[in-house]
């Protein structure tokens, strides 16, 4: 249990960081539940491909170790940003 904490942990700032710097680039973009997926997934995307690079030595299968450590973390940014999301929606009655 103490190990998926501090895994969990380790996975919430990186893929916090790559969500919030895709969520201002494409702050443009109409808010939508599309907009989200897309950048939720690049954002998983990045932190398991930067992942795989850096545990290559330790797993024997990188990119299945890293989406494994950061899937957790970018999980709980998407259910925040949707929740956020659906009480902007109910707030402007829209």
Do not use: K, N
Not at 1 to 14: G, H, K, L, T
Not at 37 to 49: D, E, G, Q, W
Not at 52 to 80: H, K, T
Request: charged share 10%; hydrophobic share 60%.
């Amino acid at each position: 249990m103490q190990a998926f904490v501090s895994d969990f942990i380790v996975s919430i700032v990186p893929t916090f960081v790559v969500s919030r710097v895709l969520l201002w680039i494409t702050a443009q973009w109409f808010i939508s539940l599309v907009r989200l997926v897309a950048v939720h997934a690049t954002s998983l995307a990045v932190c398991v491909a930067s992942g795989a690079f850096a545990f290559e030595g330790i797993y024997s299968s990188p990119p299945v170790g890293a989406f494994a450590l950061f899937a957790p973390g970018q999980l709980a940014w998407f259910l925040i940003d949707l929740f956020r999301l659906v009480l902007q929606r109910r707030r402007s009655g829209g």
